[in-house]
């Protein structure tokens, strides 16, 4: 089953690319604050274009703005591979320090489309850029990373205060190179008007006793409530539309405790049930997110991009380029959920997505959901003491833990993907396995992408893996998991657009 990009979810009450592009050919590459009262807008930008474009999906991407410096580039013959298309892919701005467009105040998701259409080896380009001061890459190497005209997209989350979105290039060989810009603002609360707009037009005869429209009251921010169904609005994001199967736990007078570098490793009571929320912006710090205790936990949304290898002498990168890690406790003897669903790892130096030590914990239950894992790298033979070889999509060890897995995209690992050794220290029971709709895609130089201890109690529906270059199904799937794995890729099942932070939940009970 395919699931195929839609942006329907983010179009609604937006002015359009085509509305920009005229704005845009107006002031150059000037600064223009929007107006107090205007709606959050969206750009999107093919860059190197003379005329508008539309893309696959049927959105509308403006001709070529906001650049400064550079010049346009494009690919005389030949196609370009990638989701956005080939005609758009094709055209390209190249050698720019700088780009910028006037958008309201607010959070938007900013999307860097690139292709490495020049170069036909590694190291020959490598260059940054940041959205508002946020890393959006850090020394991307374009071909290394996906090969020549394929690809390859780089999301981030960013507030906007000034009435102007800035994005910035540096490039460390040749120039910064991008095919398109998208720009889609993140659901939030509606911007205050300008107190000389009115509210509420009146009718031509109103009623003395009509009574004034009043606002909705903003929630208070450090309210612990939760609802574990999601509400009717906002529309869900991306192309995961459909219902989920496992459905948080049932949480009694949860605690927020929102994650920032300062505060990863939050300090969790047993009997105590938590929405965890990961920040506005990715989780960019040594060590990533440490859940330690707890009793049913919520994670949804939120994005782990770390800007650089923060492995030290004492630290291997495994350890310090870890998404998520999962502590259990042996002294905790309810059965819990931590239910995890939403969340993307994207960037350059992500070596693990999950860990989960089970403490011999006898009841700990995690759910995964709609989570994408963009590129996970392997390190081999490693810089730092101890030497560690590579990462692992999902490992745990030191069982038993149940996990359930409903929608799970690797797209590419260099390394491992899902690993299982719950009961390795001889541990009983044994715990449970259910996976359903995954694809993991291996790169060159993997190992296993899926393996494990067979005794687990395991199902696996619609799991599909695909072996990279030089790689043989053997060595790709472990004993006893070929019979239950399909061998390809039918497409990814989680996209850049279903994970990542301003995820909404499509709810569950597919």
């Not at 507030?159 to 659901?187: M, N, Q």
């Amino acid at each position: 089953m395919r699931h195929t990009t839609s942006r329907a979810g983010v179009r609604t009450g937006i002015v359009s690319a085509t509305v920009l592009a005229v704005v845009g050919s107006m002031i150059g590459t000037a600064a223009l604050s929007a107006p107090a009262n205007a709606a959050q807008t969206a750009v999107f930008i093919d860059a190197g274009a003379t005329a508008p474009a539309t893309g696959p999906d049927g959105t509308s991407y403006a001709a070529s703005t906001g650049f400064t410096g550079g010049r346009a580039g494009t690919v005389p013959s030949g196609a370009c591979t990638g989701a956005l298309g080939s005609s758009i892919l094709k055209t390209t701005w190249v050698g720019m320090t700088a780009w910028s467009a006037p958008v309201l105040n607010g959070t938007y998701s900013v999307t860097l489309v690139m292709s490495e259409n020049y170069w036909t080896a590694a190291g020959k380009r490598a260059f940054s850029a940041t959205a508002e001061g946020v890393p959006v890459v850090t020394k991307l190497d374009l071909f290394a990373t996906a090969g020549a005209r394929t690809e390859v997209d780089r999301t981030v989350t960013v507030t906007v205060a000034d009435g102007t979105l800035d994005l910035a290039f540096t490039a460390t060989t040749d120039k910064a190179i991008v095919s398109a810009i998208r720009v889609v603002p993140v659901a939030g609360p509606t911007p205050t008007p300008s107190p000389t707009t009115p509210s509420v037009t009146p009718t031509p005869t109103p009623s003395p006793t009509t009574p004034s429209v009043t606002p909705t009251p903003t929630p208070s921010p450090t309210s612990p409530s939760v609802t574990p169904t999601p509400t009717p609005t906002p529309t869900p994001t991306g192309s995961n539309l459909t219902k989920l199967r496992y459905a948080p736990p049932a949480l009694t007078n949860p605690v927020s405790v929102t994650l920032s570098a300062s505060n990863r490793k939050p300090a969790l009571s047993l009997t105590q049930d938590y929405i965890i929320k990961m920040p506005a912006g990715p989780v960019d710090w040594a060590g990533g997110v440490e859940i330690n205790g707890g009793r049913n936990i919520v994670i949804i949304g939120g994005t782990c991009a770390f800007s650089k290898d923060y492995a030290t002498s004492s630290q291997d990168e495994g350890v310090a380029n870890r998404c998520l890690y999962i502590k259990g406790n042996a002294a905790q003897t309810a059965k819990r959920t931590i239910h995890i669903e939403g969340v993307r790892a994207s960037g350059d130096f992500i070596y693990e997505f999950l860990n989960i030590d089970s403490q011999s914990e006898p009841g700990l239950t995690v759910q995964l959901e709609s989570i994408r894992v963009d590129w996970l790298k392997s390190f081999l033979p490693g810089p730092t003491a101890p030497p560690h070889y590579g990462g692992d999509a999902v490992q745990d060890w030191n069982g038993p833990t149940n996990i359930y897995v409903d929608r799970f995209t690797l797209a590419r690992s260099d390394y491992q993907g899902f690993f299982g050794q719950g009961d390795k220290y001889g541990t009983s029971p044994h715990g449970v396995r259910q996976y359903n709709n995954m694809n993991l895609v291996g790169g060159p130089k993997h190992t296993y992408l899926l393996t494990g201890n067979t005794t687990f109690d395991f199902t696996a529906t619609n799991v599909w893996v695909k072996p990279g270059a030089g790689n043989t199904w053997s060595n790709t799937v472990g004993s006893g998991w070929s019979s239950v794995a399909k061998q390809g890729n039918p497409g990814d099942f989680v996209t850049a657009d279903d994970a990542g932070v301003g995820y909404v939940s499509p709810g569950y009970g597919a």
